[in-house]
C-alpha cells in the first residue's frame, strides 16, 4: 500500500522558474490538500479539493496554484517561484473531511 | 476563530522518563483535537485524536492525551519514553466549519539515554 506519493522529494529552483508537484493517493479519499512546513510556524494550508472538480484557497495560496487531475491525484504548481516559497510540502488525503489525514513525506524545495 | 499553543519548542528526557507535551488551544465551539507525529525525513501521521466522548484518549506506541475543557489543554503523555520516541509532535485543532485544520507550531521531542 503506497498511501499518498508525493514527487518529487527534493527541488532546487532559481527565482523565476516554475515547477508543478506532484501527489497522487491510492486510498480512494475524495478530499487532498496541500500544505507548507516553514521552521516555527508548523502546517500551513495552501490548497485543498474536497472533491473531485473542486478546489478552494487555504490559508496561503498566493503565488500557487493547482488541479484536482482526477480522484487520484492533486498537483501543485509554482508559476514564478520566489525565495519565500522556499519551504517543506506535504500533500495529504482524508475520507473525513480533516478527521484523520494521511500525508505523503515531502518535498523540499529551495528557491535560490 | 481558532488557535493551537504548544509549550516548549524543544523538550529533552531521559529514556524511561515521563514524557509531557503541551497543547492548549482557543475555539469558541466544541472542538475536536489532534496530535500528529512527524518522524525525520518523513510525512505526519495521527497519533490519536479526540473528538466527541471519553476525555481520555488512547493513541499508538503507548501515548495518551486528556482533554480538559475547564484548561483548555490537550497535553500529551507516556509514562516511560524510548528511543524511537524522538520525533516532532504537533498538536492540532478542528472545529469543523470551513475545513480549517490549526496546527501548532511542533514540540522537537529528543530522548537521551
Known amino acids: 500500500n503506497a498511501g499518498v506519493t508525493q514527487t518529487p522529494k527534493f527541488q532546487v529552483l532559481k527565482t523565476g522558474q516554475s515547477m508543478t508537484l506532484q501527489c497522487a493517493q491510492d486510498?480512494?479519499?475524495?478530499?487532498m490538500y496541500w500544505y507548507r512546513q516553514d521552521p516555527g510556524m508548523g502546517l500551513r494550508l495552501i490548497y485543498y479539493?474536497?472533491?473531485?472538480?473542486?478546489?478552494d484557497k487555504g490559508e496561503v495560496p498566493n503565488g500557487y496554484n493547482v488541479s484536482r487531475l482526477n480522484k487520484r491525484e492533486f498537483s501543485l504548481r509554482l508559476e514564478s517561484a520566489a525565495p519565500s516559497q522556499t519551504s517543506v510540502y506535504f500533500c495529504?488525503?482524508?475520507?473525513?473531511?480533516?478527521?484523520?489525514?494521511?500525508f505523503g513525506s515531502g518535498t523540499q524545495l529551495s528557491v535560490l | 476563530a481558532q488557535s493551537v499553543t504548544q509549550l516548549g519548542s524543544h523538550v529533552s528526557v531521559s529514556e524511561g522518563a515521563l514524557v509531557l507535551l503541551r497543547c492548549n488551544y482557543s475555539?469558541?465551539?466544541?472542538?475536536?483535537l489532534f496530535w500528529y507525529v512527524q518522524y525525520p525525513n518523513q510525512g505526519l501521521q495521527l497519533l490519536l485524536k479526540y473528538t466527541t466522548g471519553a476525555t481520555l484518549v488512547k493513541g499508538i506506541n503507548g501515548f495518551e492525551a486528556e482533554f480538559k475543557k475547564s484548561e483548555t489543554s490537550f497535553h500529551l503523555t507516556k509514562p516511560s519514553a524510548h528511543m524511537s520516541d524522538a520525533a516532532e509532535y504537533f498538536c492540532a485543532v478542528f472545529t469543523g466549519g470551513g475545513n480549517k485544520l490549526t496546527f501548532g507550531t511542533g514540540t522537537q521531542l529528543k530522548v537521551e539515554l
Open positions: 486510498m480512494n479519499h475524495n478530499s
Open positions: 479539493s474536497a472533491s473531485e472538480g473542486t478546489t
Open positions: 475555539s469558541s465551539v466544541p472542538p475536536y
Open positions: 495529504a488525503s482524508s475520507d473525513r473531511g480533516q478527521e484523520k489525514l494521511f
